[in-house]
């Protein structure tokens, strides 16, 4: 079974910076590209950022780039999202997503962390 399990949201003040992680099991997580999306309050799902299996090519949507990276970590099978530069923009809940098609279809999401920016 695919599990994707999302922690370190919270409440930080604009210009902060938080560390998000997806700790994954059920599959090879080495061999799956794997994304991060977001859902604004009141808005759709917005797809954030992206990374291929071995960690080498990454993407990122127009609005983070510069601020957020993202990264993984094969040997504990955990996906990870570095944001800096914090926005009150950026409020959403984050879900990681493993893809099925490169670089922001997805077949599986885990259950969401909250993030909150605001002074």
């Known amino acids: 079974e695919v599990q994707l399990v999302e922690s370190g949201g919270g409440l930080v003040q604009p210009g902060g910076s938080l560390r998000l992680s997806c700790a994954a099991s059920?599959?090879?997580?080495?061999?799956?590209?794997m994304s991060w999306v977001r859902q604004a309050p009141g808005k759709g799902l917005e797809w954030v950022s992206a990374i291929n299996g071995g960690g080498g090519n990454t993407v990122y949507v127009d609005s983070v780039k510069g601020r957020f990276t993202i990264s993984r970590d094969n040997a504990k099978s955990t996906l990870y999202l570095q944001m800096s530069s914090l926005k009150p923009e950026d409020t959403a809940v984050y879900y990681c997503?493993?893809?099925?098609?490169?670089?922001?279809?997805?077949?599986?999401w885990g259950q969401g962390t909250q993030v909150t920016v605001s002074s």
């Open positions: 997503a493993r893809i099925r098609a490169w670089p922001s279809e997805a077949d599986y």
């Open positions: 059920g599959f090879t997580f080495s061999t799956v590209a």
